[in-house]
């Protein structure tokens, strides 16, 4: 059995990691929310009892066996080393320590034998590379790969609480003839579509599409894989889908992807798309697997395939994955209990 | 001056040819709004006279120059014979003749000069193909073009006005949690994305990507073109949005795109990110011109370059594009005016 912290219990993303331990039985002993002053002092509920969350510091993680970040990228450089300091392991959601050598950035389906190497951090994907990557790595291995193009769909939630009211205000007051003055976003998020996720940098990349780049390669493990992405926000609440163009190795035909990936882990195939039946963001929510379909050779490459795939962000992009790393770090006994 | 028939004038579409032809102060001596007979009857106001909506039959065409149709593919099939025959040159919206290798594809800025060898009968492209061709002509002038993919975030007016009201009705319960059965659309628009615009081909490919690759192949000029897309319905009102991967045959760096997009006709450039300035489809509303932005290199090929675009569905995805071409046909001498 294991001390579990969740740093950044009160976020959208903390909460269900929260739900995701619950529901899969997480071996836990004692579960200790943290997050910030503010938020320090409010109850959360864990397996129908309340937990006190207390304010993070660095004194936050005595006797701690595993802690699962999600408070960003400055809270996760501040307060991940304390944790390690602890003798925790640290499993991080922001992008603080993602691309750094020493840190394993694990998708388990994908690149479980990366995490023994950890040095006390593991690193968990953008929410746009982690379906990505679970989507590709059967196809990569079967046939290879040498490029992707992906275009995103993605939902406020991955913004945060803050966003997912905006988008629901911003809409009701559209409806009701108002314009709500956009804060979140630099522009109206109801009825539109943002090109825009994080900063730009000088090439004209979002910061967002350069994680999904580097990523993407790094827990492929294909350094030199050619990958570029579009990201997009649009008005859904939950759920992130990808529109994906690939080009493989060797060719490779619908029928033969469609095989892999069906019996690929943490793939949910919806293939039917004469019956309406095609991976929708709204059909993730809620969801562990990636939803994967519109399998269909890619008409402008020989070896050109295009899918879709949607995901719950906060699930699979986030909290499920986060969680499944724990549980690797148990199962495959990489973690020593501290407690029986 | 010319007599000029709208076909499918209530719906739309045919709103919105009527408003492009005030605006664009086309030379108009008879207005004949023309639809089923359903719509027989009603009134609509043309440069602040009302016009009484007339019944379409294939007698409606007597004296008229030219006919602008949008009320579906089967309307354009059984009337534009019709109206051939009356002596009028049609413009027709639907996707009937599009491919016909006597019927011209025209955008203007693009192909303008595929108009004179027209039949009696010009089509107009498909919503997210219009746009496109706006974008990649002076690139595939310049450098030459070899491959296309295109990902797009598409509106519900493109599917009609019942698909304006689903989309409004959808969210308002939505919001107030409830979740209205879907009519127009196989499952809930409202917070969702929908990879399904058209019936699926046994390869997998909706028509609406089918009739992109097409027509971008047919006004481009270039039939060995390689195109793929993914089409995706967003809910959004108004405007197409489009990400856009291509490969030129010479290499071309961002900068040289943005100086042939911003000398190019029909496009508005909004390129610069991290001031928030970027095409969204909510501000291409109500424009005529294409809005291109995003411009960068596509990091995953030497001679990649990637784009973004958003575009008004109704205006240059078909009633604007369609009242350029007559124009195109009256300032070319074209077409003889029956009336002075």
Same mark, same amino acid.
């Given at each position: 059995m294991f001390n579990v912290a969740v740093v950044g219990a009160t976020g959208a993303v903390g909460t269900t990691m929260l739900r995701v331990l619950e529901e899969r039985g997480f071996p #836990?002993?004692? %579960?200790?929310?943290?997050?910030? !002053?503010?938020?320090?002092?409010?109850?959360l509920d864990y397996l129908g009892k309340p937990f006190t969350v207390q304010e993070l510091t660095t004194d936050s993680f005595a006797g701690i066996d595993i802690a699962l970040f999600s408070a960003g990228g400055s809270r996760s450089r501040d307060f !991940? +080393? &304390?944790? *390690?300091? &602890?003798?925790? #392991? *640290?499993?991080d959601n922001s992008s603080y320590f993602r691309m750094r050598p020493d840190v394993p950035l694990v998708v388990p389906e994908v690149n479980e034998d990366a995490i023994p190497a950890h040095q006390g951090i593991i690193a968990n994907p953008n929410c746009v590379?982690?379906?990505? #990557? *679970?989507?590709?790595? +059967?196809?990569?291995?079967? *046939?290879g790969l040498e490029r992707v193009v992906v275009s995103s769909y993605q939902a406020v939630s991955g913004t945060g609480a803050a966003a997912i009211e905006e988008l629901r205000a911003q809409t009701g007051g559209n409806l009701a003839g108002d314009e709500p003055e956009p804060s979140v976003y630099p522009h109206p998020i109801a009825f539109n579509v943002l090109p825009h996720i994080g900063?730009? =940098?000088e090439n004209g990349y979002s910061d967002e599409e350069l994680k999904v780049i580097a990523e993407t390669k790094k827990m492929l493990g294909l350094p030199d894989l050619a990958v570029s992405a579009t990201c997009v926000r649009v008005p859904v609440f939950h759920g992130h889908s990808e529109a994906i163009h690939i080009e493989t190795t060797e060719?490779?035909? &619908?029928?033969? #992807?469609?095989?892999? %990936?069906?019996?690929? +882990?943490g793939i949910s195939l919806r293939d039917e798309p004469g019956d309406g039946v095609y991976p929708l963001p709204r059909?993730?929510?809620? %969801? =562990?697997e990636v939803l994967v379909g519109r399998i269909r050779k890619d008409l402008s490459h020989p070896n050109g395939i295009a899918l879709w795939l949607s995901s719950d962000n906060l699930r699979k992009g986030a909290a499920t994955n986060a969680v499944q790393i724990a549980e690797s770090l148990v199962t495959n006994g990489w973690i020593t209990p501290s407690t029986v």
């Open positions: #836990v002993t004692e %579960l200790r929310p943290l997050a910030s !002053a503010r938020s320090a002092g409010r109850t !991940a +080393p &304390a944790a *390690v300091d &602890a003798g925790a #392991v *640290v499993i590379a982690a379906p990505l #990557v *679970v989507a590709l790595k +059967p196809i990569a291995d079967a *046939v900063p730009f =940098d060719p490779i035909d &619908a029928t033969h #992807v469609r095989e892999l %990936l069906m019996a690929a +882990p059909e993730a929510e809620g %969801l =562990d």
